[in-house]
């Protein structure tokens, strides 16, 4: 195991102080319990986001803790659910009275964490609602989860939920328009390698230089099929025509179009996805409206991708181009 780290114990705690030290102007950091907060929380007025997992994914979700996304992020330990008194210290950190929304992947121990955390809450006289994402098509129940697996379409739900509370919506408005995200998004994924858990320290599962994994959970999760490595061009079509058959997405739909690298992706790479996706919403009347490419839902340093495509209406395309100012997402600021 080759990794820039000290102490695999270690590491979550000192990503956190390096995320204090390098955003000082965006983030506040708590380590006992842990959990992440914009720097000017709570804000007035607002209806605050509170999401997390998992550490492992960066830069999901402590990552888009800022103006514009989430009022805060709770880290778990690598591949591991946050805790419920993470979350519950988090929700009353952020919360201005105007009532807080749990955005939550639906991993069996995020959501169930999340729920405990919830009516923790509530039992304080904090209004609290919860959104579970459950985009990934490639398998039904797993090893994580009951159902679907949350993935891509996170990182769009907390953009868009993010904007709308900005603009001072109520907390059933904001909620809304998460919950429309999850209903018109898609994500599936695929892997090159494996990747290592810090504390373990060799690869999560063993996958031969000639195979790929299509279908893989960012945890690791065994996909579809394993098959023999394929172009970006076949891979690309084979994840495309899963998502787009799904929902299903019809010509004349306006899309979202999001090609994520799982690590240790390089950017080149996903590029060249991006134009393979791009030619095959084409060919089925899929307009690309607005896109992102990058690796923002990692699995540590996992090779491979994933696309997510979001179906967009007038309010989703206004909420995901307002100003977003955050460690990992910004523009328009």
Same mark, same amino acid.
């Given at each position: ?136 098509? =490639?398998?039904? /129940?797993? *090893? ?6 949350? @993935?891509? +379409?996170? !990182? ?85 025509? =899963?998502?787009? /058959?799904? *929902? ?6 306006? @899309?979202? +179009?999001? !090609? ?74």
């Amino acid at each position: 195991m080759k990794k820039l780290i000290n102490r695999p114990e270690d590491l979550v705690r000192e990503e956190l102080e390096g995320m204090a030290l390098a955003h000082p102007e965006l983030l506040r950091v708590n380590l006992e319990p842990a959990y992440v907060v914009r720097r000017d929380a709570p804000v007035a007025g607002k209806v605050a986001l509170v999401s997390g997992g998992g550490s492992g994914h960066e830069p999901m979700h402590a990552g888009f803790v800022g103006p514009g996304m989430l009022d805060a992020a709770c880290p778990g330990a690598v591949f591991t659910s946050p805790t419920p008194d993470q979350i519950v210290e988090a929700t009353k950190a952020v919360s201005s009275g105007k009532g807080v929304l749990h955005i939550v992947k639906n991993y069996t121990g995020d959501v169930l964490n999340f729920e405990m955390a919830a009516d923790l809450a509530r039992g304080e006289g904090i209004e609290v609602e919860a959104v579970i994402i459950a985009d990934d098509v =490639a398998v039904k /129940d797993s *090893l994580y989860t009951a159902g679907r697996r949350g @993935v891509g +379409a996170t !990182v769009v739900a907390e953009k868009v939920a993010g904007a709308a509370a900005a603009e001072k919506r109520t907390l059933s408005e904001v909620a809304a328009v998460c919950r429309k995200v999850q209903a018109q998004g898609r994500s599936m994924g695929m892997a090159l390698t494996s990747c290592t858990v810090p504390h373990v320290g060799k690869p999560t599962f063993d996958l031969p230089a000639e195979e790929m994994e299509i279908g893989i959970g960012i945890h690791g999760e065994p996909g579809r099929s394993r098959m023999k490595l394929k172009s970006a061009a076949e891979i690309t079509g084979i994840l495309a025509a =899963a998502i787009l /058959d799904d *929902l299903p997405f019809r010509r004349g739909d306006e @899309v979202l +179009a999001f !090609v994520n690298g799982m690590g240790g992706t390089p950017l080149i790479e996903l590029y060249v996805v991006f134009r393979e996706l791009s030619r095959i919403c084409e060919g089925r009347g899929v307009r690309i409206a607005r896109s992102l490419v990058g690796s923002y839902v990692t699995s540590l340093e996992m090779a491979g991708c994933s696309l997510t495509l979001v179906r967009l209406d007038e309010e989703l395309a206004r909420l995901w181009d307002a100003p977003v100012k955050t460690a990992g997402l910004r523009w328009g600021t």
